[in-house]
């Protein structure tokens, strides 16, 4: 198994891959409550224009299979999806230590995902570690959202470091909104 930055398109349509098996549409009840899922769709071609700005981070396995992945997601590119151009208008109008978060240097995570089968082994973990030893020099925070009823994802992000600061909706759903403080951390 390896961690690393996506450097080609095979690893592109993996995460285009993982995604489409996670989907909260896809799923049954049971299985969103006890594994968890995405719920963003996002198109080979948004990937790939995510990947140019910085590409995110992915775990493959032997075979070079995407078996997870955390979506880099810059300023760049919060107009071409409406839940990030929603995602990045709440974050900028919420303040973190006293300062308005549209004035700080943040990325957010656009997705993150684990394949079922490689679930609590600390991938989610690592995946974040790397991500935060890639790219915490050039920004403060890490900023993502989980959806009220993802109570799996939620853990995740809590025991990685991330904190929640916010709960807003979207759509038809209820959101936390976490932030993992780069400059200020026990975890990663």
Sequence with gaps: MEIKRVSNLEELQGIKTLQQNNLKTALSEQEKSQEGFVTAVYSLDLLKQMHQYCPSVVCVDGEKKVIGYALATTQ????????????????????FKGNLLKKSNYIIV?????????????????MYSYFKTALSERYEYC???????????????????????????FGDAAWNLVLWDWNNTQKG
Aim: include cysteine; aromatic fraction near 6%.
């Design 76 to 95: 760049k590119i919060r107009s071409q999806h409406p839940l990030l151009e929603n995602l990045f208008a709440t974050i900028d109008r919420q303040k």
């Design 110 to 126: 656009g997705q993150l995902c684990v394949s079922k089968e490689h679930r609590r082994q600390g991938i989610a973990q690592k």
């Design 143 to 169: 900023v993502t959202d989980v959806d009220i009823t993802n109570t799996n994802s939620l853990k995740t992000h809590l025991a990685t470091g991330f904190r929640v600061f916010h709960e807003f909706t």
